[in-house]
């Protein structure tokens, strides 16, 4: 099948596509396995707390309510500090110790919020499936000749996100140095640094770059400053929604609280967010992107 002819595209040499990864090469799992899973590291939190605080819970405490609640607060002081400084990582160990505060539980040390923090990450094989034309289209890009790159924004990274990699198969497809991920590297998306980390490692120039991701202003907005082709795959839900139009609101929760932070004039920032191309699936991508290097 001959490429299509993408106007934006014409006269690029494009060489590597970099990926984020939520809604783009995986999903949630259905909500009773999401929950599930979710439940299991808020018990694995509150054990940690009964057995190393001098102020333990009281025994006939609603554990799952108390739990989500404690999810829930720590989720939320997080996207309070996204907020404040959006191209910085926050510190996933000071949320843990504000919710504690905030919900009348022990104070704990660094270490053990750490800890805490550490127990409640969802670990991905378990809550997320990876979309049916995913591994088909990674392979197919990479025998077509393109260089594979992640660039991530997680609060849970290091080593056991590496782990989840392997398991969900995509490190066949992605090395090591080209996944970048915000809870490593302390800077997210939109931020250039964190797409240059992985151009870097491939040694591809931005303009050569193509980024394929969920968000706009993260993943459009943030290739765009650097002149790297975007492509928006707009969330599932969205896509119930409408494909058509020249502006397109927010697809994730966290770009919902920062234009309301920021007020009218985040909105406007907003509307002027046009991706260079806008695709359905991962799987339409071969339609595009024929061989590496070809203009």
Same mark, same amino acid.
Not at 252 to 262: C, G, I, N, S, Y
């Given at each position: 099948? !001959? ?60 554990? =799952? ?6 999810? =829930?607060? &720590? ?74 790159? *992640? *660039? ?28 970048? *991920? ?9 931020? !250039? ?12 120039? !931005? ?65 002027? &967010?046009? !991706? ?11 339609? &595009?992107? *024929? ?5």
């Amino acid at each position: 099948m !001959p490429p299509k002819d993408i106007p934006a595209l014409n006269g690029r040499t494009i060489r590597c596509l970099l990926f984020d990864v939520g809604e783009t090469l995986w999903t949630r799992q259905d909500d009773a396995k999401w929950d599930a899973v979710a439940h299991a590291g808020n018990l694995r939190a509150l054990t940690l707390l009964r057995q190393h605080c001098n102020s333990p819970i009281p025994a006939n405490t609603d554990e =799952t309510l108390l739990g989500q609640q404690l999810r =829930t607060a &720590i989720d939320k002081h997080a996207r309070n500090m996204i907020i404040q400084t959006p191209y910085r990582e926050p510190n996933g160990v000071a949320a843990v110790g504000t919710a504690l505060a905030e919900l009348d539980l022990p104070a704990v040390d660094t270490e053990l919020a750490a800890a805490i923090f550490e127990a409640m990450r969802m670990r991905i094989p378990e809550s997320r499936a990876l979309f049916e034309d995913c591994l088909a289209t990674l392979a197919e890009l990479q025998r077509r000749g393109f260089l594979l790159g *992640v *660039v991530t924004n997680r609060m849970h990274g290091s080593a056991a996100f590496l782990e989840d990699m392997r398991l969900m198969g995509l490190l066949d497809y992605f090395a090591v140095p080209h996944i970048a *991920v915000s809870a490593d590297l302390g800077i997210r998306k939109p931020a !250039p640094e964190i797409f240059l980390y992985v151009l870097n490692a491939l040694g591809v120039p !931005p303009q050569e770059a193509a980024m394929v991701g969920d968000g706009l202003r993260t993943d459009v907005a943030g290739a765009q400053q650097l002149g790297t082709f975007s492509i928006w795959i707009p969330q599932r839900r969205v896509q119930t929604n409408t494909l058509t139009g020249a502006r397109y609101v927010s697809d994730d929760q966290l770009l919902a609280q920062v234009r309301h932070h920021e007020g009218q004039k985040y909105a406007q920032m907003l509307s002027d &967010i046009k !991706p260079d191309l806008i695709i359905a699936r991962l799987s339409d991508l071969l339609d &595009i992107f *024929v061989k590496a290097g070809s203009p």
